[in-house]
């Protein structure tokens, strides 16, 4: 044999030992693929089963949400009847247009179910900043009108005078200096 032939047959020996490690390279990594594909998989599914877990843990955190906000609209807004057929409804703190339309809800439904001929809003600790939160003082007297309900409202003070006179049309009801006034002009 030649020389030529010699080296010729070692470098095919060495091409051959090459692609058998090649191969013997591929098929680990393709079992450490399967592995780590397996892993994958299994944190996928925990990471799955965990969004599932937080995804209920917050509709229930909206459902409480919900319920202590309607509570708190109750014990901030309470609805008190002073007399036998009269609403006092003191509004305290800042007010804006969907405070007033729950609170306007609830009034409704209450005046109209204990057969209310008077519904008095004291405003004296609210907070009434813009005219379209006063307007809807305004609409909460027009509905109770419709209701066969007289209204008045008692403790307006100095800005929130400011912000009614901004108004296209007055509250349509006697305006009282104090609570204890209106309630005597109830009778």
Partial sequence: MSDECIARGLALAARLEGDRTDAVARECDLDDAIVLLRELARANA???AKAELAEMLLEVKEEQF?????????VVHPVLEVKTDVLCAPL???IDAETLQHFSDRILVTAHA???RMV???????TIADAPSALSIVNVFRALRLLGVRGAVSGINE????VLTTLPEDLGVPIYRTLAT?????T
Avoid: C, H, M, Y
């Fill in 46 to 48: 925990k990471l799955a």
């Fill in 66 to 74: 919900t319920t202590l906000s309607e509570l708190f609209a109750k």
């Fill in 92 to 94: 305290v703190g800042p």
């Fill in 114 to 116: 204990r057969r209310i």
């Fill in 120 to 126: 008095i809003i004291d405003l004296t600790a609210a």
């Fill in 159 to 162: 800005s929130l005078a400011q």
């Fill in 182 to 186: 209106a309630l005597s002009a109830s």
